[in-house]
């Protein structure tokens, strides 16, 4: 299971307020905690690297081979190529590849792993007629991020070639919303990009709608849009007297999915006890979405069992940043207790 990533900066700001020695802001900490997991993330092939060469136990929870290769399997993705060219297949782009693992011929039975060589493993071996590739036994050269395959097909598909490899982790982020009085709310939303924060949309209310009282409506899907948006649902509030209203509370319920800056999205004023022609509209804005905002969350990827690590290395890299040399002698000192105890 996955670090919790509100349970480790509330964590390191208690440690570094109890004894008043500095504050983190969320910009300072997502950028060290994105940091510290991409470490920890490359020491596990250190130390698979390592294992390997070490005498090895089948006592079951304690095969440290068996830990680290449950910790990277979660970066672990099976993807067709992203493109081909005549027989030249581009690595897959989403996600895409941190460490090349191998690749497999798919349009063959069984779908055979494709031997990587060198150029010149491959004009030695074409000149031997019983090491000649086949479907069967397919061969390919890797070189700048691209997998030249043999032997060649008349009609290629990216579809033909999948990619076993391992991604990077996604960057750490602890999302807030602004309270009443400045502080930082967090956000447990998950993030992405393209979302519609789980927020206000009152600022982009272009139009108010026609009202005769006023009106609290839930749950309320768009009636129109100019995009290709579908599925959002907000709640909303209008004030007002006959014939106008105003917007005085809008907030997503569902956000929805396919939805894009400038998209004008319209409720009818019948929703509101209206009359015709008085519609609600909003234009979306790019701040209204995850990726142009501090809305919405990502939880660090490793998992629970380096929760301990993972504090510590932040409030090392925190001590740089507040500069107290105290938060990084103590951090160290545990840090390198750990690793003693590990490598026993």
Known sequence: ???????????????????????????????????????????????????????????????????????????????????????????????????????????????????????????????????????????????????????????????DIGFNYIRKPKDVRWGFSIGSLGQYIYDPNIYSANLINKSSLLSSVTINPTNKNDAVVTSINPDSTSGSGVDLSVNITTTGGTGSATVTSLEVVNQGSGYVANDLITFNAANFGGGVGGDLVLKLKSSDFNYDSTYASTNFEISESQQSQVILEVLKYAGVVIRDPSIIQAASQELAQDNANEKR
């Open 1 to 159: 299971m996955a670090i919790n990533v509100n349970t480790v900066y509330t964590t390191v700001l208690s440690i570094l307020n109890k004894e008043q020695r500095g504050y983190l802001t969320p910009y300072e900490f997502n950028q060290l905690a994105t940091q510290v997991q991409l470490e920890i993330f490359e020491n596990f092939f250190e130390d698979y690297n390592q294992y390997i060469r070490m005498p090895k136990t089948d006592v079951e929870f304690a095969s440290r081979m068996d830990h680290i290769h449950e910790e990277f399997q979660v970066f672990e993705e099976n993807k067709p190529a992203s493109s081909v060219t005549s027989n030249v297949y581009n690595l897959p782009i989403e996600p895409a590849v941190h460490r090349f693992g191998s690749a497999f011929y798919e349009k063959a039975i069984g779908s055979p792993e494709i031997e990587i060589v060198s150029k010149r493993e491959y004009h030695q071996q074409i000149l031997s007629p019983i090491l000649q590739p086949s479907e069967n036994f397919p061969i390919a050269i890797y070189q700048n991020d691209k997998l030249t395959v043999y032997p060649a097909q008349a009609s290629p598909l990216a579809s």
